[in-house]
């Protein structure tokens, strides 16, 4: 990942604006990217500002070692720090939808998981509708083995020592301009524009870094 280090920046999006139309919007995604992860990259820098030895740590090492971080800071990390990233997480997640995503190493071990690949994608869903208030669904592996978990607000997996493959934000923010209250109908959208060529390589990078534990 780019920009791992302090100053954070809001890096541009890997495509344009309007490029997951019509599933996702283009003004959700102008608010979405400009404002509410920009929100998160000012805070983020703010808090470090007020502790110069954190700079030298990288977004990932401060996100995994959390209790070792100094007690008054710990909660605006996880809360800015994991909302730097998981948005940049979730928007290089989208793009276009690649022509066959069911070979593959990855497709492979969904389907050992979860049968088949329809029946991953209804689990995936009924778990980031279970979310209740703000938070996010996500594939993640842990200690070798592929698991749906959701988190709460801006809580990333890697606190709790998961590697993230996939991740769909629940905020309102995300789907509420389109889809109003229905998050299942935002959750299909997305889906429809989930770059299964990225999900591959976080897969083989989560496997990449289990292993290095
Ligand atoms: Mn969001």
């Not at 869903?125 to 996010?136: I, P």
Request: proline share 6%.
């Amino acid at each position: 990942m780019q920009n791992e280090f302090y100053p954070f920046i809001n890096l541009p999006l890997p495509y344009a604006y309007d490029a997951l139309e019509p599933f996702i919007d283009t003004l959700t995604m102008h608010l979405h990217h400009d404002r509410h992860l920009q929100t998160y990259i000012d805070n983020l820098n703010k808090t470090l500002e007020s502790y110069p030895p954190l700079k030298s740590l990288s977004l990932t090492s401060m996100l995994k070692n959390l209790p070792q971080l100094p007690e008054s800071v710990q909660q605006s990390i996880r809360n800015n720090g994991g909302g730097v990233f998981n948005h940049r997480f979730y928007f290089n997640l989208m793009g276009k939808p690649s022509a066959d995503y069911t070979r593959g190493p990855f497709s492979a071990a969904l389907m050992r998981t979860f049968g088949n690949l329809q029946q991953f994608q209804i689990s995936f869903k009924d778990a980031a509708l279970s979310v209740f208030g703000s938070g996010y669904a996500w594939l993640v592996l842990d200690k070798g083995n592929l698991k749906i978990i959701t988190t709460a607000n801006q809580n990333t997996p890697l606190e709790y020592g998961m590697a993230p493959i996939l991740a769909i934000d629940v905020w309102e923010h995300a789907y509420y301009l389109k889809n109003y209250n229905l998050r299942a109908q935002y959750i299909d959208n997305w889906f429809q524009v989930l770059n299964w060529q990225q999900a591959e390589q976080n897969y083989f990078h989560a496997l990449c870094s289990q292993h290095i534990q």
